[in-house]
Antibody, heavy 118, light 112 residues
Framework: EVQLVESGGGLVQPGGSLRLACAAS????????MSWVRQAPGKGLEWVAN????????YYVDSVKGRFTISRDNAKNSVYLQMNSLRGEDTAVYYC???????????WGRGTLVTVSS | DVVMTQSPLSLPVTLGQPASISCRSS???????????LNWFQQRPGQSPRRLIY???DRDSGVPDRFSGSGSGTDFTLKISRVEAEDVGVYYC?????????FGQGTKMEIK
């Protein structure tokens, strides 16, 4: 059974930093792209970042480019999201996602809440 | 970026009756590999999203066959043949043809 467990969320001041982690199990982590998706309170979904199997390619939505960094440690079956220069509009539940766009693979964590406020 | 536009944004439905949600993309979602990467997601209240449909019309595992997807190019539809109480929630279309992957605004489905 695939499991994705996020951690690292919390309250942070504007301009601050936070590092989210996602521990994955139940599948061959090192052979799959991983993603982060976020959802602001009461709002819709926004795809934040993707990272290739070997970490050699990363993609970011424009609103986080230069501030967020996605990374992975295949030895630890974990993916991370380093968030710097946080803003109020980054307040959201952040989901770790293992999904394949062309096949029957779709798995989401329960999410971790990040609140950016003074 | 590809803009995804859903309609309606609110959908009151009667149990046992059909329902339909439309999604239009600002660009064709046909990829150079020949696939059309249009997905539908469901988010029940208080839950993480889950995908129902990928590549326009392929159902994910465990998705009831009352859910179906159709369309091509820039116009797509999610249909529920007979709405059940567990279908209440918000539905999103999402394109994965090009980065950044983008979602529609969401359609909130409620029982009348």
């Amino acid at each position: 059974e695939v499991q994705l467990v996020e951690s690292g969320g919390g309250l942070v001041q504007p301009g601050g930093s936070l590092r989210l982690a996602c521990a994955a199990s139940g599948f061959i982590f090192s052979s799959n792209w991983m993603s982060w998706v976020r959802q602001a309170p009461g709002k819709g979904l926004e795809w934040v970042a993707n990272i290739k199997e070997d970490g050699g390619e990363m993609y970011y939505v424009d609103s986080v480019k230069g501030r967020f960094t996605i990374s992975r440690d295949n030895a630890k079956n974990s993916v991370y999201l380093q968030m710097n220069s946080l803003r109020g509009e980054d307040t959201a539940v952040y989901y770790c996602v293992f999904i394949a766009r062309g096949t029957d693979i779709d798995n989401w964590g329960r999410g971790t809440l990040v609140t950016v406020s003074s | 970026d590809v803009v995804m536009t859903q309609s309606p944004l609110s959908l009151p439905v009667t149990l046992g009756q059909p329902a339909s949600i439309s999604c239009r993309s600002s660009q064709s979602l046909v990829h150079s590999d020949g696939n059309t990467y249009l997905n539908w997601f469901q988010q029940r209240p208080g839950q993480s999203p889950r995908r129902l449909i990928y590549k326009v019309s392929d159902r994910d595992s465990g998705v009831p066959d009352r859910f179906s997807g159709s369309g091509s190019g820039t116009d797509f539809t999610l249909k529920i043949s007979r709405v059940e109480a567990e279908d209440v929630g918000v539905y999103y279309c999402m394109q994965a043809r090009q980065w950044p992957w983008t979602f529609g605004q969401g359609t909130k489905m409620e029982i009348k």
